[in-house]
């Protein structure tokens, strides 16, 4: 009897032993870890994307603000902001622009004289008004630029 109790406590040691290395096997390099490198395989890979399209997003030319045209401007008549400065992005297409501010050439403010609704300005004087404009392309790039409108007395 005593021979029976050696080789079942025996067999149970290996039992108990057997069970604490494949625990330990599974908790530190098993199946635990394979679902952990999957997500984070994921992650890695929508990093990866997001990556892609701020690089792409960045090595894209900004879009071009431009005054337009020769035309003369005069105190007390409606500038169409459109008519004055022309917004274009990377492949020619035409942007909409909007004016950010209007400033005389001491940098007093003169967005008073600006209609957003209508999108035109009307100068009560004569000189010189730096427009701050922006534009912004269907990809969002954008732009700012700062130019400098003349306007001869009317």
Known sequence: MQQVFQQLGAG???VLVA???????????GLTKIGIRLGESSAQEYSYIEQ????????RVAP??????????YSNSKIQIQEAFQAMDAEGAILEIGVKEITDIQ?????????????WVEF??????????????????????????????G
């Open 107 to 119: 940098g007093n403010s003169k967005m008073e004289c600006y209609q957003k609704e209508k999108h």
């Open 52 to 59: 892609k399209v701020l690089m792409e997003l960045c090595k």
């Open 64 to 73: 071009k603000i431009e005054y337009q045209c020769e035309k003369c401007f």
């Open 19 to 29: 069970l604490v290395i494949l625990t330990w096997f599974v908790g530190n390099c």
């Open 12 to 14: 149970i040691i290996a």
């Open 124 to 153: 009560q004087e004569s000189g010189r008004y730096v427009f701050t404009l922006q534009a912004k392309d269907k990809r969002g790039k954008s732009t700012t630029e700062k130019i400098t409108l003349t306007v001869d007395k």
